[in-house]
Structures are given as C-alpha cells and as structure tokens.
C-alpha cells in the first residue's frame, strides 16, 4: 500500500462512529480513578504515598478506601522506587495489621534500586507485568522522578513530559489498568490548585485525571479533583496517624463552613459575652466579606443572635443592652429587700421565726 493511501487506515468517517460499540470507562475506584494515567500530587511528608499504599492494598485484597470507597479488586504492582523493603513492611504492618493474618497475594511490590527508568526497560517491564497478571486494574508508580527518562539539555522539557504520559497511556489503554503516577507540586502558590504542579503543561495536559492533595492554611486538606472521565470535586479528607489511612470528611466547602462555624461559637463561648465583627474576625480567624456573609447565616440558623449593631452572642447569653435593661429595672426597694434576705442566716431567726435583735 502507497503512503499516499495509508491514512485510510488510520481515519473513519462519523457516520461509521455512530454505530460503533465500546465498553464501558472501568472505574478502579468510583468518582476519583478510571482507567488511563493519572497523577496524584501533593507536597514532600502530606501523605501521598501512603494513600497510594492505601489504595494499592486495598484492591489487591477487596477492602475499602478512603472510609467507604470500595475500589475494584484485582492484581496490583506497585513501584515503590523511593522505599525499601524494609520500610514497606513497616508501612504494610501499620496499614494492615492486626486485622490481616495475611497479606495480599496480588500486590506485587518493587523496592528502590531494583526497578529500571522508563527508556531503560522499565516502561517494557510494566507492559509485561499487565500482560501477566490474571486481571491487572492498577499500576503505581511512586515517583515520576524516580521512573521517568531524565530529561537533558537539549530535549524540550514540555515534549519530554507528554512523551513521558503519553507512553503510560499506551499501556493503560491496553489493557484498560489504571496507572497512578506519584509526583510533586511546586512551592509557588497559585490561585488554581492544578496550576501547581511541578513541570509543565505537558504533564497535566497529557494526564487522564489529576489528583491533589493540598494543605490549607488552617490545617485541613482538601483533596482535588479534575479529569477527562470524572466529575470535579474538592473534598475534605483526614489522615489518622494511628492507621495512617486517609478517609474523605465531606464536600469541602461544607466542612470548612462547619469548621468556621464552630471557631465563631467557641469564641463567643469563651466571652460568655457579645463580641463585635471584628472581635470575631480576629478570633475564628476570617476575613471581613466571609465573616459578614457566615455571621448571618448563622444568625438565620438560629446558632447565634444579633444583640446589637455589628455586635453578635449565643442565644442563652445576655447582651450588653439586654443586660442594662434588666440592671435599670429593679427598684431599689427590690433591691434593698434582696440585699436584707442575703443577709439573714439560720443563727439570726428565733424558733418562732422572729427576727433576733
């Protein structure tokens, strides 16, 4: 066949599409991994490998993840190009024990050092691996840095880095494998989360869904979202260091809302007092349009009141106002007669009654 003719293979027409059938996107885990490259990114320590473990434990042996998550349950390799084993099996113990008396039979484990880059026959050997197992559904590779070709001088590092997804691609697709790729985010800020991810364009052009595991600035970590098959989301998730699991908390907003609501409330219980808006700016730590807009909905909810004019306390506390009121409405007849009663004692009243003089 000429080159002039080739294409036709390689094209089709849209009516010819209309009919055509596929099967349905695999979903390793609901809502958040389907089939193809995905990334997860996070910064150095947030946890991000031991989500990956996480996950990667859980497939292999049918259990749940991130609270209620059930994943799909097949065969599993996990690239742990930063790890040892025996800092694998102090990981596996604390995720697995004392609930398992055995460990995964399908979760195939590479320690650092003994897995080749990519260009060196590493990418061959995953393709290998997924044409081995019995049903291969993930593939973990922790981290990027570690797999991929090391990009040089005069290579393109935007071309280096679609190169690099687009080969994972190839294999996903193969096979229909979900392959989670581990990497980092860049200490520059960004107003969009997904703008921090360390590289360029490339990476997260090229990737299928990317996930991100960011730090808040009160503490909280929120887990992003975004991708080609899956809706985008921002939820809250908590890491329990006793089982260092992750486990989701809710729609992030949501949490967060709750979160601040609950700073509001427990300054203006520390007061037993009203406080003004800038009292409470200063101590549930917001700012000025997030504070006027949660005070009165919180106020609408009955979870507080208005006392005054920019001025708020709990519904069984006393206002400054409501408190004069009160002040300036006992006579001092009532209160001559309250000051007398407190004063009077058992040793002071005769058996009768009678006041003793």
Partial sequence: MTAAADWKRSTFTAADLKTMKFEPINYVVPQYLPEGVTLLIGRPKIGKS????????????????????????GD??????????????????????????????????????????????GLAHVEAWCGLAAKPILVVIDTLARFRKPVSGKQQFYAADTEEIASLQQIAIKYGTAILVLHHDRKAEADDPFDTVSGTLGLTGAADTILILKRQPDGSVVFHARGRDIEESDTAVGFDKTTCRWTILGEASAVRRSAERQRVIAALTETRGPLSVREIMSEAKLTRNAADVLLGRMAKDGEIKRVGRGSYSLPGQIGQKERSDAEAAETPEQTADLSNLSDLSDRDLAPGGETVI
């Fill in 50 to 73: 031991w989500l990956a473990l996480d996950l990667a434990v859980a497939c292999a042996s049918d259990r749940f993840v991130l609270g209620e998550l059930k994943p799909q349950h």
């Fill in 76 to 121: 599993v390799l996990y690239l742990a190009l930063e790890d040892g084993k025996r800092r694998l099996q102090r990981r596996l113990d604390k995720l697995l024990s004392p609930f398992a008396n055995a460990w995964p039979k399908r979760l195939t484990l590479a320690q650092a050092g003994e897995w080749r880059r990519a260009d060196q026959g």
